[in-house]
Each structure stands twice: as structure tokens, then as C-alpha cells.
């Protein structure tokens, strides 16, 4: 195991009608005039933000709005928001929504305390300051509620990057599995994909002696495979909507992460796509990993052979063990067709004669060097093989 | 699931030499006269504290001593510890040991800014506010690392409580495995056993539809099965001891018990062991977690039938499924057997003519109603039989 610092200060306030708690929290956490950042028009719709904006206004804070976070979030708005904020002298960001809600919130927070280009953070820059954050979670999918992290798509080049920081973790965050309840079976399916991704990129390591956070990695790819089928049959359930939320959770707040190498190639290989066909970024993934998956079991077929036997089931082939290896890796695949996930390119919407395109961006976009490094070392060869086996 | 929050806002640096930062931490967390709180002379021996004072001195810190913490730690060293606090005017507590270290730090930290006895939290009073608290951890054990509670035995009728509230929770936390290489093997043991007991007690839920804390209390489980006959056969194993301590945490700072109702009865019982004869607290619990298991099992066969197969691969007897319940106690004990641990009063050092006094203290000790709840509720019938099964 290698040395490694954890650190996870984000208060979360779990179950129903926690989100009439939010005026109580962002008090709490010092803020006093607050953002309200949302997506589109189903939190309005559903009564979400006039029970958030009530719990607000019971504890005598003001605010303002700003709606219209798109899946894959631009950075327009992202400077729309800080303009905004610096103009009606907004101290508390409160994200009501998903991921893409949550990173652009994140985006504005870093932004508005910054003199530079708020794209300084998504180009390598680490965000030390920014002003406090509060979520009210409606999806599991990104971890973005208890995580560091950022991912905003620049409309010029639509290069699509991340940002970190220990600053734009969530001061708070309210976990309600019943707002998730609404979703359509194709997202709440591509947020489950989506957190068994932050689990297998984790689980990708050239880290030796690392069976602490291999099992905690394999008990929330269990959960998510016992749980997954249960809320795409009744999306009603709450229990299992529950379990699966904090499971996103814990997949993404980097508990189970710490002291291992780990890979995020899939999701490299995965941003271009989501970027280029604005397709939900947990379909792309479904999509992505079987692929690359596929590309570079051989460099450690054992690590790959363990995630087939404990989490899927597979019976150990000891003379072949790249065929247990394999079989665990179709399964992975299966599953993900199982609860509605697109398989291929066509189904993605994306295009075979894109792929010099995608590998383009993808290898040299933003100042990068021809390759992408994680478990393994990938160059524009390697992508574009890996993005021929989607098609 | 039922409703809950979550916080745990330590910051974990994790790794060999991690002790050197010490001085650096403190400084972050605000600290500027520190009182290093410490057992025996092991860490004068092994030259750790020389090496944190000059930590300290590096950064510029004053400091103040006091050694002399024992296993089950005592009420007079505490209220020796608070007014060495006021005399010196101590700002931080920074504790260089074990669990005892680490809960008698928590409860000076508690009582210097209290202005009544510090036992009244140990009588149930959360803990609102207290000085901040930074750790050295020696030992894999209590998790009192990265936990929000304290135990303390109280010298006048050696009652063994605890005390709560998220401001005892370790500012930071500095975990270095290889500090753990030179315990006796024994302690080794108990420690295991502690962390196993922690992990068990959430397990032992009458809350349903709680698969996620389920699986991430069976991963950690599985750790300590795998990692603990490693450590107990080569004691400089850094890796298993890496794998131990990291589980350890876990195990303890809430990620896996949160939103189901825990058990807590074995620690009950047998904290009147240790309290009584001053045995190690992971030693008491091997001898009482089985006795517990047995007499409880009826309760909810299933439970018990689920770990023995996920944690200790024992065959699902689907016919007679109270068989492989049995068989999951039986080699959880063995286990605790195999890596040195006592299985019975008498290898403890426990008096069968004390069940009475024990029981007396138990159920009716500092205003106890006659009974202990958690997983079962028991009266002194039950808690004697329970003894009489340790026999």
C-alpha cells in the first residue's frame, strides 16, 4: 500500500424530506445570501426548489437563481454563474441536482474567489479557495456530492477536463433517495453505470497489497449488482435506491481509492464521446469499458480474474485463468445491457468515421503528449483500436 | 434504510514516516501549546516521541508531558490531565499511543472546557465542545482514531462508560503501520479481535434492506481474515499491517454502520470483564463475542447464516439453515483462537464466582434499569447465562 492523505469533511444529511433541511445547513456551514444552481425544469416541476427555496426563506436567507445546467455542463454558464455571483454578492452555492449540476456549482464556487480564468483549475491548476457548497443530490450517479472533484466541457475545442480540490468539496450534502424516484430507468441505469465505473477505475491498480480497499471496492460493485435490478424493475423502490446512493457515494469519495494507482483510461476514452454526441456520460461508459477492459486484461490477468470470481460469480479457471478473466468482463458487459445501457457505437449515436476525431482530442487535445497513462499507458494506436471495438 | 447523517471530518495521513509530519498538523489544525499525551515507556524506547517533540519544536510549538495511560483507561489520570490543560494553558491535545491514549485525550479535551465534573459525559451528556485532538496511532484496535466516542473506567466502582460528540473526533489523525511492528503479538491479536468485534456489532442490525453497510462490514471482515494470520505470522509484515490499520478506521468511524440499528451488547458485556480484571479489551471480546453470538442467534438465523457463508465460506445449509449459523460462530472462534486469543474465563483470568457481581454491575451499574439493549434486549438472566456459557 503507498502513503496517502484522506480527507472527507462533507456533513451528509441521509434519507426523506432531509432536503427541507437545507435553510438549517447552509446556515450551519456560514452562508447567508446563496445560489441556487439547478439544471432543468424537473426541479420546478416536481416542487423540489419551492421546498428548498421555503426552507431558505424559514431561515431568513436570501438568494438567487441560476438554472439551466445541461448533462455534460459548458462553461458558459459556468461564467455566467460567477458574474452573477459577484454582481448580487452571493457567499453559499447550493447545487439542487445531479453531477453536472453539483461540478458546474463546484466550477463557480472556485471562479467567483479567483482573478484569473476559472479554466486555469480545469487545465492542471489545483483550486485552493473557493466559496462554500451545499448539494441536494437528485441522482446517483457522478459521487460528485462527497468528492473533490470537477468536470466542466469548454465549448471552444469542446474539450471536456477535470478540476480538484480539497476547497470545492461539499461543505453538506442532503441524500434523499426518494427525489431519484422520478428519474427515467435510461438515467438512473447510466448513474449505476456510472458508480461501478469510479469502482473499477479504482479497482485497476499496479498497487501490490492492497486487500483492504480491493474487498471494500468489491462489496459496492456487489451492492451495485444486487441493487441495480431491483430499482430498474419497481423504480419506486426507495430501499434499493437507498443503497445504491450511498453506495455512489463511498464509491467516489475516495475511502475505498486510497494508498493504490489507479486507472480513469475509461473514462478519458469515455469524455470524448460525451463531449463530441453529448450522450449521458454513464452510457458512454457502458459503451467504454467492456472495450478497454478487453485491450488490457493481459497486463495483469489475475487482477481481473479476481473481480470475475468475487463479484460476478465466475468459477475460477485455474489452468486458464484469462478465461475467468474474460468471462467476468462479458458478464460486466452483460449486466449493463441488462438494465438498459447501450452496447455499441450505434446505439451511443456515436460514428465509426469520428474515431481519427475522438483519438485527436483525445491524445492531444489541451497540450497533451500523444498518450494517456493509468493501468496501462495508452497511445493514439491503442485509442483508436479500443474505440474500433466499440463500433 | 432508516434516516441518518454521516460526518467525519478527520484528516488521515497514512504511511511510513507519516510521525514526522506531527508538528506540521498540529500547526494546520491550530494548535500552539500541546499537551502529548502518552501509555508506557514503549514509545520513549522506541525513540517515537523523541521523534515528535522535535516535529513540534520544528514548527516552533510549546508543549507539555503526560505519560503514564493504561489499558482501560482511568478517570484520575484524566482529571490530572485537564488541570495540567488549565495550569499550562494547553490549546491542543495531541495523543501518541493506542485507544486508551487516544479516549483518555478525548475526555481532557472534553473536561478543560467543561465546567462541571467530566463524567457527566461519560453519563450521557454529548460532548458540545472541547479542545482539538490530534493523534499518533500505535495500535490497530479501537478506531478511536477516527471516531466521535471515549471509554473511561471510573476508579469508585470501576464502571466502564462511554461519551460521545462529533467535537472528540481526532482533527487529524496520523497512522504509520510499521510503528504497530513492534507490539507482542498479543496485542496484535486483541486488536484484530477489537476491530472484528466493531464490525460485528454493526452487523447484528434488526434494520432491514441495508445491503451497502452489509457488504462493506463483510469486505472489512474478509480483510482481517485474510490480513490477521499474516501479521500474526511475520510481525513485520508492514503490508498486512497497512491493510489492518486502514480497516481498522473503517471498521470504527461510522461509513459502514450508518442507517441500521447496531448491537453493542457484547462490548457491554464485556467491558465489566476489563474493568474487573484489567484484560485486554480485544481479549475480553473473544471470549464473549461467541457466547453472545450463540445465545442470540435465534433471533435472526438468516443474519447469522449470510456472514457464515460471505465471510467465513461456510456451505449454505439450505435445509437447516441454524447449522451454518453455528458454523459461521464456530469459525469466527476458531479463528480467534488460531491467532492467540483466550476462549474462556479461565484463560482470560475471569472468575466464575463473579458472574453475580459481574451481572449486578452490568445491568444495574450507574442507573442501569436491570437490563442492556441492542440486537436482543437482556436481562441479568440472560447476561448470567451468557457468563455461565464462557465458563
Given at each position: 500500500m503507498e502513503n496517502f492523505t484522506f480527507y472527507s469533511p462533507t456533513f451528509f444529511a441521509f434519507g426523506k424530506d432531509t432536503e427541507n433541511e437545507a435553510g438549517a445547513y447552509v446556515k450551519r456551514f456560514g452562508g447567508s445570501k446563496v445560489l441556487i444552481h439547478y439544471g432543468g425544469n424537473s426541479a420546478k416541476r416536481s416542487g423540489l426548489l419551492d421546498r428548498v427555496k421555503k426552507s431558505l426563506e424559514n431561515e431568513g436567507l436570501e438568494y438567487v437563481e441560476l438554472g439551466g445546467v445541461k448533462p455534460n455542463p459548458r462553461s458558459g454558464l459556468v461564467y455566467e454563474g460567477i458574474d452573477l455571483c459577484k454582481k448580487e454578492g452571493v457567499d453559499f452555492i447550493l447545487a439542487v441536482g445531479g453531477g453536472s449540476t453539483i461540478d458546474s456549482s463546484k466550477a463557480i464556487a472556485a471562479g467567483v474567489v479567483y482573478d484569473g480564468d476559472f479554466w486555469d483549475f480545469y487545465s492542471g491548476k489545483y483550486i485552493e479557495k473557493a466559496l462554500p457548497i451545499g448539494t441536494i443530490l437528485t441522482i446517483s450517479a457522478a459521487g460528485s456530492e462527497g468528492s473533490p472533484d470537477s468536470v466542466?466541457?469548454?465549448?471552444?475545442?469542446?474539450?471536456?477536463?477535470?478540476?480538484?480540490?480539497?476547497?470545492?468539496?461539499?461543505?453538506?450534502?442532503?441524500?434523499?433517495?426518494?427525489?431519484?424516484?422520478?428519474?427515467?430507468?435510461?438515467?438512473?441505469?447510466?448513474?449505476?453505470?456510472?458508480?461501478?465505473?469510479?469502482?473499477?477505475?479504482?479497482?485497476?491498480?499496479?498497487?501490490?497489497?492492497?486487500?483492504?480497499?480491493?474487498?471494500?471496492?468489491?462489496?459496492?460493485?456487489?451492492?451495485?449488482?444486487?441493487?441495480?435490478?431491483?430499482?430498474?424493475?419497481?423504480?419506486?423502490?426507495?430501499?434499493?435506491?437507498?443503497?445504491?446512493?450511498?453506495?455512489?457515494?463511498?464509491?467516489?469519495?475516495?475511502?475505498?481509492?486510497?494508498?493504490?494507482?489507479?486507472?480513469?483510461?475509461?473514462?478519458?476514452?469515455?469524455?470524448?464521446?460525451?463531449?463530441?454526441?453529448?450522450?449521458?456520460?454513464?452510457?458512454?461508459?457502458?459503451?467504454?469499458?467492456?472495450?478497454?477492459?478487453?485491450?488490457?486484461?493481459?497486463?495483469?490477468?489475475?487482477?481481473?480474474?479476481?473481480?470475475?470470481?468475487?463479484?460476478?460469480?465466475?468459477?475460477?479457471?485455474?489452468?486458464?485463468?484469462?478465461?475467468?478473466?474474460?468471462?467476468?468482463?462479458?458478464?460486466?458487459?452483460n449486466f449493463l445491457i441488462s438494465i438498459g445501457m447501450p452496447k455499441n457505437f450505434e446505439e451511443l449515436g456515436a460514428k465509426k468515421e469520428d474515431i481519427p476525431k475522438l483519438v485527436n482530442v483525445l491524445c492531444r487535445g489541451d497540450g497533451r503528449d500523444g498518450t494517456i497513462s493509468g493501468f496501462v499507458t495508452l497511445n493514439e494506436e491503442d485509442c483508436t483500436k479500443i474505440y474500433e471495438m466499440m463500433v
Open positions: 466542466i466541457t469548454k465549448e471552444e475545442g469542446m474539450f471536456k477536463r477535470g478540476a480538484s480540490g480539497n476547497a470545492i468539496r461539499p461543505k453538506f450534502s442532503i441524500l434523499n433517495p426518494a427525489l431519484t424516484q422520478t428519474l427515467p430507468p435510461y438515467q438512473t441505469a447510466a448513474g449505476i453505470t456510472d458508480i461501478m465505473a469510479h469502482l473499477y477505475e479504482r479497482y485497476l491498480t499496479n498497487s501490490k497489497e492492497v486487500e483492504v480497499t480491493d474487498r471494500l471496492i468489491e462489496a459496492l460493485l456487489l451492492t451495485m449488482k444486487y441493487e441495480g435490478p431491483r430499482v430498474i424493475e419497481d423504480p419506486d423502490n426507495y430501499e434499493a435506491r437507498a443503497n445504491i446512493m450511498w453506495a455512489g457515494m463511498m464509491a467516489h469519495n475516495h475511502s475505498c481509492g486510497v494508498g493504490r494507482s489507479q486507472d480513469w483510461n475509461s473514462h478519458n476514452i469515455e469524455h470524448e464521446l460525451s463531449a463530441l454526441y453529448d450522450c449521458a456520460h454513464g452510457a458512454g461508459l457502458a459503451v467504454t469499458m467492456p472495450a478497454v477492459f478487453k485491450y488490457v486484461m493481459n497486463h495483469d490477468i489475475m487482477r481481473f480474474a479476481k473481480v470475475a470470481v468475487r463479484v460476478w460469480g465466475c468459477e475460477m479457471d485455474f489452468d486458464h485463468p484469462e478465461r475467468t478473466a474474460l468471462e467476468g468482463i462479458e458478464a460486466f458487459r
